[in-house]
C-alpha cells in the first residue's frame, strides 16, 4: 500500500523531471534552482548555457534547472 501512496508518485515525479532535462533546447525559457531566469543559447552534455541579461551568459550544470517557463 505505501508503495503506491509514496514510491511510486515520487518515481514518476523523477521521470518527468529526467525526461525534462533530455529535451532542453536553444531558445528554451528557464528557471534555475537559484532562482536565476534566463534562455537557453547552448546545451552541452553535463551543462548548458543561458542568456540571463544583454551580453550575460552563465554556465548552468543541467540538473540546476527548476523548471521550463513558458514564453
Known amino acids: 500500500m505505501m508503495y503506491f501512496l509514496l514510491i511510486r508518485p515520487q518515481q514518476k515525479e523523477q521521470r518527468e523531471r529526467a525526461e525534462m532535462i533530455r529535451s532542453l533546447k536553444p531558445g ?21 548555457k543561458v542568456r540571463i541579461a544583454e ?15 513558458k514564453d
Open 28 to 48: 528554451d525559457k528557464i528557471l534555475t534552482n537559484g532562482g536565476l531566469v534566463g534562455v537557453i543559447t547552448k546545451v552541452e552534455d553535463l551543462s548548458i
Open 55 to 69: 551580453k550575460v551568459e552563465v554556465e548552468v550544470v543541467k540538473t540546476g534547472v527548476a523548471r521550463r517557463l
